[in-house]
């Protein structure tokens, strides 16, 4: 797995993916992005601005009401807007999200869980998944790869993976109930136990098919750049959110 550098914008950081076309960018701690704290018409604000930023439409936004769990949804053209301003328009139980549709830019929020993106270099899909420690129990990444495999004929070796800031093996410390959880993973020292959500999602993206030599890590740690990027681990329930999107921009007409 090879380490990529972001490239910093105000609002975000963006990432150097395999296929023009395509945006994938993660959110600061500089604004909210999240449903939580804040009202309809901030969280629109907020939004508004990465995605102009980006020069990209907020009408094109769509987003799930992320459990933790492993649901995917395929996402279509009449879907757009889904979930962009307001939590109960937002897909029930959805923690990833995938489409072949452009212009549509797919987000999942997270405050130190795993943001992960998937392209597939052919062209034929995108996805965004949303990989907590539930999620990457229930194996979320790997069921988006089967849903792109299945709706879009995607091959698993055609899928570029990127993993975008999120609290690492280095901050990540679980209780010893997690030795049920997680047969690898999990680190041990003196009594106490770290968790690798990138190790573990890395070794699930292999087992789905995915090259290792199309694996690409941020290597960006949200606890340990709590200057950057929030964490609910060091600000609790105060901890506002990042959003992490994928598009596929449409083709200019001649």
């Known amino acids: 797995m090879e380490q990529i550098h972001l490239k910093e914008h105000e609002l975000c950081y963006s990432f150097p993916v395999c296929v023009p076309a395509i945006t994938a960018a993660v959110t600061t701690r500089r604004l909210d992005a999240g449903f939580l704290h804040q009202d309809k018409g901030t969280i629109k604000k907020n939004r508004q601005a990465v995605l102009a930023a980006l020069g990209l439409s907020i009408d094109g936004l769509v987003c799930g009401q992320q459990t933790h769990a492993d649901g995917v949804r395929v996402v279509g053209a009449g879907d757009r807007g889904k979930g962009a301003f307001d939590f109960n328009d937002a897909f029930a139980d959805t923690d990833a999200l995938i489409t072949r549709e452009p212009g549509i830019a797919l987000a999942v929020f997270t405050a130190d869980c795993l943001p992960l993106f998937l392209i597939d270099e052919r062209g034929a899909g995108i996805g965004v998944v949303h990989a907590g420690w539930r999620g990457t129990q229930k194996k979320i990444a790997q069921r988006a790869i089967c849903a792109m495999r299945e709706h879009f004929k995607v091959a698993a070796e055609n899928i570029v993976a990127y993993f975008g800031p999120a609290i690492r093996r280095c901050c990540y410390e679980v209780g010893r109930e997690f030795k049920s959880h997680f047969n690898t993973g999990l680190h041990e020292e003196s009594g106490r ?14 087992e789905a098919g995915v090259r290792s030599e199309k694996i690409f890590d941020s290597g960006m740690c949200t606890s340990c750049r709590n200057d950057i990027f929030f964490s609910y681990r060091k600000e609790k329930e105060a901890a506002g959110r990042q959003m992490s999107l994928i598009v596929r921009r449409k083709q200019k007409s001649p």
């Open 193 to 206: 136990f770290w968790l690798d959500l990138v190790g573990l999602n890395y070794r699930q993206l292999i």
